[in-house]
């Protein structure tokens, strides 16, 4: 039970780093929606695992973007970091 409390937190945790991402304007439109999509998917009642692969193969996709700024793609590498330990 705690561990399922501990991935709750860190799932939080991502979502919060997500929604900073998504609320910065300098990110693209294109972007912040791809988030938007990854954050609901975060939210799914589902299996931990899958919503995490789910999650890191669209942040996958939108760290490889070549209009994303330098910052906003190691948020996203940050991010991805906290989802693989999910």
Sequence with gaps: MNEMAGQISKADAVISSLNEIQEDVT????VRIKI???ISTLKEDMEMSIKANKALNGL?????????????????WNVMSLLEKL
Excluded at 27 to 30: A, C, G, L, M, Y
Excluded at 60 to 76: C, P
Aim: glycine fraction near 0%; charged fraction near 25%.
């Design 27 to 30: 990110v693209p439109k294109n």
């Design 36 to 38: 938007d999509s990854i």
């Design 60 to 76: 996958d996709e939108l760290a490889s973007d070549v209009n994303l700024q330098s910052y906003t793609r190691t948020q996203i």
